[in-house]
């Protein structure tokens, strides 16, 4: 089984330089969603001002911030099982069954944070492994970024 990173969300170049989300303490990706924790706690002057603002989030269990950020994976050899049930069941998870164990995934951050965490399987390490390098914030606290290992 492979799975691909095929795309994830992008800000628009034409974006005003002094837009909050250019201004942020991590990723862009992070940005949007940094703004999206501010905007909503009514604290948006902060934006950029601290860099484990998505990290305390995540721990406090207010991960819908991390929503507004989407990837789109291709997955091979992957037959229809009990893994791709729990995945493709996952609310706002769209997919494509290309065939011959061939999959596209389209999903939001937070969704590959819960199919790793409720499925540990070597499916959900892998939409891990591509995430992170996007939104580490996200992903930093999952205990297979840590020991770079688990559900293989």
Not at 33 to 47: N, Q
Not at 62 to 72: A, G, L, S, Y
Not at 78 to 99: H, K, R
């Given at each position: 089984?492979?799975?691909?990173?095929?795309a994830?969300?992008?800000?628009?170049q034409?974006?005003?330089?002094?837009?909050?989300?250019r201004?942020?303490?991590?990723?862009?990706?992070e940005?949007v969603?940094?703004?999206?924790?501010?905007?909503?706690?009514?604290?948006?002057?902060?934006?950029g001002?601290?860099?484990?603002?998505?990290?305390?989030?995540?721990?406090e269990?207010?991960?819908?911030?991390?929503?507004?950020?989407?990837?789109?994976?291709?997955v091979?050899?992957?037959?229809?099982?009990?893994?791709?049930?729990?995945?493709?069941?996952?609310?706002?998870?769209?997919?494509?069954?290309?065939?011959?164990?061939s999959?596209?995934?389209?999903?939001?951050a937070?969704?590959?944070?819960?199919?790793?965490?409720?499925?540990?399987?070597?499916?959900?390490?892998q939409?891990?492994?591509?995430?992170?390098?996007?939104?580490?914030?996200?992903?930093?606290?999952?205990?297979?970024?840590?020991?770079?290992?688990?559900?293989?």
């Open positions: 089984m492979k799975a691909t990173l095929l994830y969300t992008q800000l628009d034409t974006l005003a330089p002094d837009s909050p989300l201004h942020g303490a991590g990723t862009l990706q940005n969603m940094e703004f999206a924790g501010r905007v909503c706690y009514r604290s948006d002057a902060r934006m001002h601290s860099s484990d603002f998505i990290a305390l989030r995540v721990r269990g207010h991960e819908d911030i991390v929503e507004h950020v989407r990837f789109v994976f291709r091979d050899e992957q037959p229809l099982d009990s893994t791709i049930l729990l995945l493709a069941n996952q609310p706002t998870v769209e997919y494509t069954d290309l065939g011959e164990g999959w596209i995934f389209s999903m939001n937070r969704n590959i944070r819960d199919f790793w965490v409720r499925s540990q399987s070597q499916l959900g390490t939409f891990v492994r591509l995430a992170h390098p996007i939104a580490p914030a996200v992903y930093d606290d999952l205990q297979l970024i840590a020991e770079g290992s688990g559900g293989n």
